[in-house]
């Protein structure tokens, strides 16, 4: 397909566990972009990718957020010891580079943390 | 006073109806603005970019007011399948985009 892939679709798991989440962004976007969205809420930025770099993580919540991007392309976000209040959209979205750029969102990942 | 902000309605208009949302923004030094539209429990999907001398897609017109900082959406001819939370976004010429929360939209038979 064409557009941003993100997978999987919906995650439901326990308390403490690990959750690893993943973008394959549109083919030849450099930049990367994670974001999250509680219900009814905006998109809260967690982290920007240029390649491979991470520029800018002060969007992540804790240092239980992680997250990286190898060969330029797909990118995974890593949610350690998750918490209740964890549980939501988290969207990826991508673009070329460039300020006047719009991004191209993928589908989500709605998590659910029991 | 946050960095980008909108209504969040609901605006409910009759079918065939025009309506306008705005969205405000802060920093002065933003550079390129965009709209997207977000159907409930799906991804945000882009709409139009919005350009210093305004533009215009079928139905749908955006217009950008740098004096007073806002951009807005004017929908002519409404849909039943227009109603949806149309959100801004805005960039200040850096790798960030601001996202406003949204204005919801309904249209009604």
């Known amino acids: 397909g064409a557009g941003v892939s993100q997978s999987p679709s919906n995650k439901v798991t326990e308390k403490g566990k690990d959750v690893e989440l993943r973008c394959d962004p549109i083919?030849?976007?450099?930049?990367l972009y994670w974001y999250r969205q509680s219900l009814g809420q905006g998109l809260e930025f967690l982290i920007y990718?240029?390649?491979?770099?991470?520029?800018?993580k002060s969007g992540l919540p804790s240092d239980r957020f992680s997250a990286e991007r190898t060969g330029g392309s797909v990118s995974t976000l890593t949610i350690q010891r998750t918490q209740q209040e964890d549980s939501a959209v988290y969207l990826c979205a991508s673009s070329h580079p460039g300020r006047n750029q719009p991004q191209h969102f993928g589908d989500g990942t709605r998590l659910s943390i029991l | 006073r946050k960095e980008v902000e909108q209504d969040p309605g609901p605006f409910n208009v009759p079918e065939g109806a025009t309506v306008a949302f705005n969205c405000t923004y802060s920093?002065?030094?933003?550079?390129?603005f965009f709209w997207y539209r977000q159907d409930c429990r799906k991804e945000p999907k882009l709409l139009m970019s919005v350009y210093s001398s305004g533009n215009e897609d079928g139905r749908f017109t955006a217009q950008l007011n740098r004096a007073s900082q806002y951009i807005s959406l004017l929908i002519r001819d409404s849909k039943l399948s227009d109603s949806a939370t149309y959100l801004c976004a805005v960039n200040s010429g850096t790798y960030k985009y601001i996202f406003g929360t949204g204005t919801r939209l309904k249209v009604l038979a």
């Open positions: 990718f240029q390649g491979n770099s991470a520029p800018d």
């Open positions: 920093n002065s030094a933003s550079q390129s």
């Open positions: 083919s030849g976007h450099t930049a």
